[in-house]
């Protein structure tokens, strides 16, 4: 028997809220009572990672449920064939075979067909051979003087997780290379990127797997004209390279086609963390650290495929996410990591999980009866604290919480110049710290703020009810690997979800409509003469008001 058209509609839904039902009175300290052996029980490995998942508001008998469900969705099956190279991008017949990129030399990993394996080598020797030759001093500009600079132009999965990746590894990075993003079409943030540096020693990799994104377009243009204008129309293939599946229209850009890597269109751009897109950190960070991060996402990836639904985790966590959104409706969900260079992590989390998953259609083309993608949204932890923890305490809103916290500081603080190491010890403790006492104080509430079920007590405003979910994930320290393995679990958390719902996780159909009605606003806002207006009458006036501020005729 086939997955159902409505999920919602099956016995194994319906027995689910019927638990959620005989739980909706329990509180978590009811559960950890009642179960000294909970926070072990609650707590399983993949990788590096240690992840503790018993304040989330499940038992045994939820697990079960849970993964009836996942067995009458099929999870487990569509999870086969994403991962065989099936096309479960149905909208776009295509796969989805991001886990090909980083199966390792050797594996065989078919898409339609073809085994992508030798040709995902190819590209990640062609990385590593780039990533050298800057890294080394050897890549030279049209002056003869070395590439000291990288510019990644890209946006959405071609910026947001390569950023988050640079930033996350900063302990890793080159000491000379300096690398930069300019990914929105806001002028200030490419004079941003390009301060202080050099034409002459800049090398600029324009990302975009379909290169017709028009921010990227953009922002390539005004950098190409930045070299032109610095070192004439015959530098730019010496300060240029390309990311893409679209080789021909990057050779049209006037980049030589030597630097253009490639993409597939089997790759989508929030899952392309592991593949070319990722240059620029595979110039901050040198090959055998992004192999290392390969080797993390593989760890994850063969966690899914061998282990049963109920030992695997990033399936248990995807059916959380559903328990949490769909049985206690909860509209969205935080991620925290208690790492500075972790900060980025929520926004390319972001993306991946609600362009995935910020869907209303199923794959057969009906509607669905029921919440999909949650908003996924977070920050680093402690600021946190000081921004929206009062509302994640004390919220009439409820949203389950991922903390991500390390064992050990970024590896590179040891030695800092006027940074004693026991300092510097003291700091992670304290970060580790106020970690745990949110998770903590999120799931018991306050003490002085009595029993947690609204009892009588002085002081209303500063109860704390507790009740509120949460997972805490522990790794020995930020590496590459473990940020691959990081970003695998929620990959595969995303995918899980949206198996579920029965929706595709893969296109990105919504982002369309936008794309299409700012082209012609952009020729109304800039025309020398009053253009003819045919929009809402709010458009209209807002593109005559701009107009008036620029000192356009209207
Ligand atoms: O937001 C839509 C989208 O297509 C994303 O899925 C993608 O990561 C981004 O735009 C950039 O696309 P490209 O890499 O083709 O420039």
Redo the contacts with the bound molecule.
């Keep these: 028997m086939g997955p159902p058209a409505d999920i919602s509609t099956t016995a194994e839904w319906r027995a689910l809220a019927d638990h959620q039902g005989q739980m909706a009175s329990v509180h978590l300290r009811d559960l950890f009572a009642a179960d000294p052996g909970r926070a072990d029980r609650f707590t399983a490995a993949v990788g590096d990672l240690v992840v503790d998942w018993s304040r989330q508001r499940v038992t045994d008998r939820t697990v079960e449920l849970l993964v009836a469900l996942a067995s009458r969705a099929g999870v487990v099956e569509r999870m086969g064939a994403m991962v065989a190279g099936a096309p479960v991008n149905a909208t776009e017949g295509r796969a989805a075979l991001h886990t090909a990129l980083r199966a390792g030399p050797g594996s065989a990993a078919p898409a339609g067909g073809a085994d992508v394996g030798p040709g995902v080598q190819r590209e990640l020797e062609r990385m590593a051979a780039l990533a050298d030759q800057i890294r080394s001093g050897r890549k030279l500009g049209a002056t003869g003087q070395p590439i000291t600079a990288v510019v990644n132009i890209?946006?959405?999965?071609?910026?947001?997780g390569p950023r988050m990746a640079c930033e996350a590894l900063g302990a890793f990075r080159h000491d000379r290379v300096r690398c930069r993003f300019a990914s929105n079409v806001d002028g200030s943030e490419l004079a941003t990127a390009l301060s202080s540096l050099d034409p002459a020693e800049t090398l600029f990799v324009v990302?975009?797997?379909?290169?017709?994104?028009v921010?990227?377009l953009a922002n390539a243009a005004s950098a190409r004209a930045w070299v032109a204008a610095a070192l004439g129309e015959g530098a730019v293939a010496d300060h240029f390279a390309a990311v893409?599946?679209d080789r021909q229209a990057a050779v049209g850009f006037g980049i030589d086609p030597a630097s253009i890597l490639g993409?597939w269109d089997w790759v989508?751009?929030?899952f392309?963390l592991a593949s070319a897109?990722s240059m620029v950190l595979m110039i901050a960070i040198g090959p055998e650290r992004f192999s290392e991060m390969l080797a993390g996402f593989r760890a994850v990836d063969q966690h899914l495929t061998d282990r049963p639904p109920a030992a695997n985790l990033p399936v248990l966590l995807g059916l959380v996410a559903v328990w949490n959104r769909n049985f206690w409706g909860f509209p969205t969900r935080a991620v925290i990591p208690y790492s500075s260079r972790l900060g980025l992590l929520p926004a390319h989390l972001g993306?991946l999980d609600m362009?995935s998953n910020g869907k209303q259609v199923r794959l057969d083309g009906s509607p669905v009866s029921y919440p999909t993608g949650p908003v996924v949204w977070g920050g680093a932890g402690t600021d946190g604290q000081h921004s929206f923890h009062q509302w994640l305490h004390q919220g009439t809103d409820i949203a389950p919480a991922d903390f991500i916290v390390f064992a050990e500081p970024d590896p590179d603080l040891a030695g800092r110049p006027g940074l004693d190491s026991r300092d510097l010890d003291r700091h992670h403790d304290l970060l580790a710290a106020n970690c745990l006492a949110q998770a903590e104080a999120l799931a018991f509430g306050s003490a002085e703020g009595g029993d947690g079920d609204g009892g009588d007590e002085p002081d209303r405003h500063r109860r704390c009810a507790g009740n509120r979910p949460s997972t805490v994930i522990m790794a020995p320290r930020l590496t590459p690997s473990v940020l691959g393995q990081i970003v695998a679990l929620y990959e595969h958390q995303a995918a899980v979800q949206g198996a579920v719902w029965g929706v595709n996780s893969f296109d990105?159909p919504g982002?369309e409509l936008g794309?299409r009605l700012a082209g012609p606003i952009a020729a109304e806002l800039a025309s020398a003469d009053p253009p003819e207006l045919g929009h809402d009458a709010a458009t209209n006036a807002l593109i005559r008001r701009y107009r008036r501020l620029r000192g356009r005729p209207c």
């Design positions: 890209g946006i959405g999965g071609s910026a947001l990302s975009s797997k379909s290169f017709a994104t921010e990227t893409t599946a993409l989508g751009g929030r392309s897109a993306q362009e990105q982002v794309k």
